[in-house]
């Protein structure tokens, strides 16, 4: 069955430290990888995506994302968070327009 | 990108009745868009694909006469939620795809529908 994992339901980090958000998807063949925020009642925002090429992908707003196909992982990272970052984070793959998210992360973070 | 306006952005109505969300291409002429329901705390989950000219894609278990979806022109598709139930007060969003010939799906800010 196709499905993605996030295993973290909530984070909270300090601004300014580092940050990594998990993802692990389940998925007959190498889909489509994507990253979305959505802050409090608002739409989804694109961060990032992979669909082929170098594994590392770089995004809006100093976020990146490798791509483990062995670990079938697509983890979203940023080296220092600010406090505007705080918001749900979706993971989500998939083909020819058929998207399946992650449960999501919320990020908070404390000043 | 693809800029993607949703009307209402919230709503709320006695059930029993219809409520009709428009979604709305800005700068792209969309041939497909998608249809998804948020529950609090909740992942988004794809209700239907709605196809410029045709029929709409539902996904199993979602009624499709209960959410009715017309996409009559390249820029505008409606999802229309009939006879709305309490158990149908969810966020609804809408989604662009096919943007450049790619994959990726830019989505428009939702809509809060609460039915008493």
């Known amino acids: 069955a196709q499905s993605v994992t996030q295993p973290d339901i909530h984070i909270t980090v300090s601004e300014g430290a580092s940050l990594e958000l998990r993802c692990n998807y389940s998925y007959g063949a190498t889909p489509y990888l994507f990253w979305y925020v959505q802050s409090p009642g608002q739409g989804l925002q694109l961060l990032l995506k992979?669909?082929?090429?170098?594994?590392l992908v770089q995004g809006i707003k100093g976020f990146e994302a490798e791509f483990k196909r062995s670990q079938s992982s697509f983890n979203l990272r940023k080296p220092s968070v600010h406090w505007s970052d705080a918001a749900e984070y979706f993971c989500a793959v998939g083909t020819w327009g058929k998207l399946i998210f992650g449960q999501g992360t919320e990020l908070s973070v404390k000043p | 990108g693809a800029v993607v306006s949703q009307h209402p952005s919230r709503v709320i109505c006695k059930s029993g009745t219809s409520v009709k969300i428009e979604c709305r291409s800005l700068d792209f002429q969309a041939t497909t868009m998608f249809w998804y329901r948020q529950f609090p705390k909740q992942s988004l989950m794809l209700m239907a694909t709605?196809?410029?000219?045709?029929?709409?894609?539902?996904e199993q278990g979602v009624e499709k006469d209960k959410f009715l979806i017309n996409h009559a022109s390249l820029t505008l598709s409606t999802l229309t939620v009939t006879s709305a139930h309490p158990e149908d007060s969810s966020f609804y969003i809408c989604?662009?795809?096919?943007?450049?010939?790619?994959?990726?799906?830019?989505f428009g800010p939702g809509t809060r529908l609460l039915v008493l």
């Open positions: 992979y669909f082929s090429g170098d594994t």
């Open positions: 989604s662009v795809g096919g943007v450049g010939g790619g994959e990726t799906q830019y």
């Open positions: 709605s196809n410029e000219g045709s029929k709409a894609t539902y």
